[in-house]
């Protein structure tokens, strides 16, 4: 446990959970393609664009990679929001599948509720007022139920 963690929650964002962060240093390879964080393969998929997705895919980091996505928000694909949270646990999958110790640290949890622990994003987080949506981390249980 550390920091906010309880015996019914785990918070991720930094941290001994950092692995469930999509800014987390784990390189995925998604549609055949290596990525070299799940961040990156999530902000490709908004788009058909194959020259935006290889920008993004090559941006240096995954706040370059969120910061590409956002300056070209005109561009997603019509279908974005219906399928965003689709898409996501795809990648989280991919995430688990090829990295065992990320794997591990998930099972770890237990049955845990998982939360991300951000203060900036009340969708896949909980956000500034600890009242957000928390779509990550109900991605991440979904995820953790399957291995079960």
Do not use: C
Request: hydrophobic share 35%; proline share 2%.
């Amino acid at each position: 446990m550390h920091g906010s963690d309880t015996d019914k929650q785990v918070f991720f964002y930094e941290h001994e959970f950092y692995v469930f962060s999509n800014f987390s240093s784990f390189a995925i390879e998604w549609k055949g393609v290596l990525w070299p964080t799940s961040e990156h393969a999530y902000h490709s998929e908004k788009f058909d664009n194959e020259d935006l997705k290889n920008q993004i895919r090559n941006a240096r980091s995954a706040h370059e990679a969120l910061k590409l996505a956002q300056a070209n928000i005109g561009k997603y694909r019509k279908n974005w929001d219906s399928i965003k949270l689709d898409i996501m646990k795809q990648i989280l999958r991919a995430k688990v599948d090829q990295h065992p110790y990320v794997k591990k640290k998930l099972l770890e949890t237990g049955d845990k509720e998982l939360v991300e622990d951000s203060w900036r994003d009340a969708y896949w987080g909980w956000g500034p007022n600890k009242d957000g949506e928390n779509h990550l981390g109900k991605l991440w249980m979904e995820v953790r139920a399957e291995l079960k």
